[in-house]
Each structure stands twice: as structure tokens, then as C-alpha cells.
């Protein structure tokens, strides 16, 4: 425990530390950049609910597939794990290899998503990513009883990784630039909003259902 204490602590410094930096450079490269003339526009309301279609769209798919994949790898996929695929192993080495298999997601998306974007960036295709991606996150559920529990993860990592390195940029191409953090804003509050009330559908499921039953 006192390991994982030091480890949290020291990123957490880190983290303070990168945003004290940005603090800096931002005040000084705007301090440097030449003013000019703003043009005063009044807040509306209207500019918040008066956004395109496919924007709104791009947000319900990004509060789907978030709220399918981060909750399961979060809550419940230690037990889901331990309690199906690892049913026959000792319990301390079930619980080690469920953990490693749900780590695989975000290792998946450390590795990916630079080389994804940096791909969405050349060719594009940002519609038929988000498709696939969310395609593939049924076909993982559907299976998940049969996969293995790192090819599941691995294939949840997969979903991961292409539906937010394709959705994000997509977001600011169906806006106007004027409503640019407004359109971000609402996004990542509904995209909260999905994090915050599917836990808790999910630990009433838990609390009602048989023990270890996840069918």
C-alpha cells in the first residue's frame, strides 16, 4: 500500500508541476503575441442548445461508448473476471490476472492513439472509425463470455483508443468557431453526467442479482 501511496503522490506532483509550467508559457507566449481588436459578442443561452445535429449526434455516441466501457473496466470487470473465465483458479492468482487483463485497456490506448491520430490527421475516415468502433463494442459484449480476458480488454482498449482519438477532433468541425468551448463543455458534462449515473445502475444491479451471477 505505502508502494501505490508514493507512486500517486509523485504523479500527482508531476501533474501539479506540468500545469504550473503551462500556466507560465501560456502567460508568456501571450504576453508576446500581438493584440488584437476584440470583438465583443454578449453570452446567449441559445448558443448552447443551438448547435448542429451531428453534433449532438458525436455527443450521444461519446457518452455511449464511454459510459459502456469505462464503468465495466472500473467496477465490475475484477469481479466479472474472477467469477467466470478464473472461477477454477486460486483466488489471489484470479484476481492478479484480471488485473492485468483490465490494465490492457489503457495500454492499448497509450500506445494507440498517437499513431491513430496521427493517422486520422493524414487520411481521415473519422465517420467509418466511430462506426467501427462502436460496432466492435457490441461484438465484444455479445462475446464476452466465450474471449479470452485479454483479448476482451485488448478489444475494449481497441474501441477506446479509435473513438476518442476520431470523435474529439470531430466535435470542433460541426461547430462554429465562436461556439468552440461551449461545444466542449456540454460534451464533456453529459459525457460526466453518463459516468456518474451508470455506476450507480450498475452497483443496484449488483446488489440485487445472485452472487457471481453476470447473465
Wanted: charged letters at 10%; proline letters at 7%; one cysteine or more.
Amino acid at each position: 500500500v505505502s508502494g501505490t501511496f508514493w507512486v500517486s503522490a509523485v504523479v500527482c506532483m508531476a501533474s501539479g508541476l506540468c500545469n504550473v509550467v503551462s500556466v507560465y508559457l501560456d502567460r508568456r507566449y501571450t504576453d508576446q503575441a500581438p493584440e488584437a481588436p476584440a470583438a465583443k459578442k454578449e453570452f446567449s443561452l441559445r448558443d448552447a442548445v443551438d448547435m448542429p445535429m451531428q453534433y449532438w449526434l458525436l455527443v450521444a455516441l461519446c457518452v455511449i461508448l464511454n459510459v459502456g466501457i469505462l464503468p465495466f473496466n472500473n467496477i465490475i470487470a475484477a469481479a466479472f473476471f474472477v467469477g467466470t473465465q478464473f472461477r477454477d483458479l486460486p483466488q489471489a492468482e484470479a484476481q492478479q490476472r484480471a488485473g492485468l487483463a483490465m490494465s490492457l485497456i489503457f495500454f492499448v490506448a497509450l500506445v494507440g492513439k498517437p499513431t491513430l491520430g496521427a493517422f486520422i490527421d493524414r487520411v481521415g475516415h473519422r465517420t467509418h472509425l466511430l462506426v467501427l468502433s462502436a460496432s466492435l463494442l457490441g461484438i465484444t459484449y455479445a462475446e464476452i463470455f466465450e474471449l479470452p480476458p485479454p483479448l476482451s480488454m485488448f478489444s475494449l482498449g481497441f474501441v477506446y483508443t479509435v473513438f476518442t482519438a476520431a470523435l474529439w477532433p470531430s466535435l470542433a468541425l460541426t461547430v462554429r468557431p465562436r461556439q468552440m468551448g461551449t461545444a466542449y463543455g456540454i460534451a464533456v458534462a453529459l459525457q460526466n453526467a453518463g459516468l456518474a449515473t451508470v455506476p450507480l445502475l450498475v452497483g443496484h444491479l449488483q446488489a440485487t442479482s445472485p452472487p457471481q451471477d453476470f447473465r
